[in-house]
């Protein structure tokens, strides 16, 4: 793949997701907050080196799915702060050189949105079709098979007007009519008001969701249990979900945000990244759209559906790269809100090499907060579970509280998160004190210091931040190396998968310095014809020979 030239702030920069209920609580009430962020914009863009945030849901909500139960759009819940704050918040971002996506979350609101109690108190209601109601089957069964996500039917009953209302997840959280034009009007007039306060990019919560099959047909049955998604589902797993999600005419709606994103785009570019679970890469890729005109970037979750072995990523990579069009941008993600941690899906040791994978492949890397630090999943005892996923569908390990605990700042009661008095929403990991932001500050060779020194290294690195891919054959079965070029730079990452020691010839690139090594404890020149990678060591080399 060729290089791309003049890349954009999202395309060039690493964005950082911040859960705000777990990343600093300023007010003793145990719950994170915007000033908390605030607070650390500087850890943020200075010590880290990130170049924008992503802020998950930050909107008023009963929090029955911790704010993507929606209640009102245009509006920050108090547990964050308010309007205010929040325009704070944006004004010192930018002034940190920070850019800011928010979660924008179209399928679906609470049942407690205004627009969701009118639709439910009358047939005659003005906003009934703003949701999907439909009458019962002849026997009072719901009107299709469909399933919810967190467990049960997507259908529940309204007593009071006699119609199921459809919910792809919980009950609480009902899904919008996205076929009527009243509501595609006004959730992107929502967007309007997000973007004229000066927002930089939405990433979209369960983008694909939003078009359902027009004719609501029954999914069939999944020959092959755990086909859809990258984990066991339970019951959700019994279904191929070909009706109930990613209908094509979604993708209409995509065109019409592209073209209000652009209008918002004459002096500083706004972006959309949509989160869409799709493991086949050309219809995943199709939500870049026909002429690069829908979103700027599907969430790439390929990473997280595959054995952590060096060929099956290389075969992914390889396989992304050939399935993308000359203008598609590729990004990578390798945890979030909904994923465990990455060092306890892998292991601190090969972490590291996950972080450096990250960090150097061709696009736009997302890191979730405290993978910087090599957190890990936090044992959640069972009057501890927040998640109303894990209640639903419990002893299926879907719980995803391990992965949102606090942030772990300092070796202080709650890892400096709240106050010592007061307890925090989720437990604090019982490593904090070992592994926090003020302890590998003071580690040279901590995870930390890693992730700032490749951070720093992309940063000033064109081959690394816009160059183009290709993987560099005859290496260790264990092993994975590729180049990233421009005309001026060329970059060599060799990411070492095994337990073991293993040898790499890369005698034709002729001379090299190390950037980067995962250890941090060697630099300088090496012999690229006999470089030997370390048990779990990555490493970055810059080609010195003449081109």
Request: net charge negative; with cysteine; glycine share 6%.
């Amino acid at each position: 793949m060729t290089p791309t030239q003049n890349t954009l702030w999202w395309q060039r920069g690493v964005i950082y997701q911040i859960y705000p209920r777990s990343f600093v609580d300023t007010n003793g009430d145990g719950i994170g907050d915007l000033p908390g962020v605030i607070e650390r914009l500087s850890y943020l863009s200075d010590t880290l080196g990130v170049d924008a945030i992503w802020l998950s849901p930050i909107y008023p909500s009963p929090m029955q799915d911790f704010g993507y139960d929606v209640a009102n759009y245009t509006d920050i819940d108090p547990l964050f702060g308010d309007l205010a704050t929040f325009d704070r918040l944006l004004v010192a971002a930018h002034q940190h050189g920070l850019k800011v996506i928010i979660d924008w979350v179209p399928n679906h609101t609470s049942d407690q949105h205004p627009w969701f109690r009118e639709s439910r108190s009358s047939h005659s209601s003005s906003r009934r079709d703003w949701y999907v109601w439909r009458d019962p089957k002849a026997d009072g069964a719901p009107p299709n098979n469909w399933l919810s996500f967190f467990g049960g039917p997507a259908w529940t009953w309204d007593a009071a007007t006699e119609q199921y209302y459809l919910h792809s997840f919980l009950s609480c959280m009902p899904d919008l009519n996205w076929r009527n034009p009243d509501v595609q009007s006004a959730m992107f007039d929502i967007v309007r008001f997000w973007l004229d306060r000066g927002v930089d990019g939405l990433r979209i919560d369960t983008a694909h969701y939003i078009m359902k099959d027009r004719d609501l047909r029954d999914n069939p049955p999944n020959p092959a249990q755990g086909y859809a998604m990258h984990r066991a589902m339970g019951d959700y797993d019994s279904q191929l979900h070909l009706y109930d999600k990613g209908d094509p005419d979604v993708h209409a709606i995509f065109r019409d945000l592209r073209r209000l994103l652009d209008d918002y785009s004459h002096e500083q570019p706004r972006m959309a990244i949509g989160e869409i679970h799709i493991y086949d890469w050309p219809t995943w890729a199709g939500y870049y759209g026909q002429h690069s005109d829908e979103l700027h970037m599907p969430y790439n979750f390929g990473l997280l559906n595959i054995p952590w072995e060096a060929q099956a990523v290389r075969r992914l990579v390889e396989t992304l790269e050939a399935t993308l069009a000359p203008n598609d941008w590729p990004n990578y993600v390798l945890g979030n809100h909904d994923e465990p941690r990455i060092a306890s899906r892998v292991g601190a040791a090969q972490a590291q090499v996950a972080l450096l994978l990250l960090l150097t492949l061709r696009g736009t890397p997302t890191l979730y907060y405290g993978d910087e630090l090599g957190m890990e999943n936090t044992p959640i005892a069972p009057d501890q579970v927040q998640d109303p996923w894990e209640r639903n569908v419990p002893g299926l390990g879907l719980g995803r509280d391990g992965e949102r605990t606090p942030m772990q700042w300092t070796n202080e009661p709650h890892a400096g998160f709240c106050p010592p008095d007061v307890a925090p929403w989720l437990p604090v990991a019982p490593y904090a004190a070992t592994m926090n932001v003020a302890r590998q500050l003071q580690e040279p060779h901590s995870m930390l210091s890693l992730t700032r020194q490749a951070l720093a290294l992309r940063r000033t690195s064109e081959a690394l931040g816009s160059g183009g891919y290709q993987t560099v054959a005859n290496t260790p079965d264990d092993c994975f190396v590729y180049l990233r070029d421009t005309a001026q730079e060329q970059m060599v990452i060799a990411l070492n998968f095994s337990n073991e020691a293993r040898d790499i010839d890369l005698s034709k690139f002729g001379a090299a310095m190390l950037a980067l090594s995962t250890y941090l404890d060697r630099s300088g020149s090496v012999d690229a014809a006999s470089l030997t990678l370390r048990p779990n060591e990555g490493c970055v080399l810059r080609i010195e020979a003449e081109r």
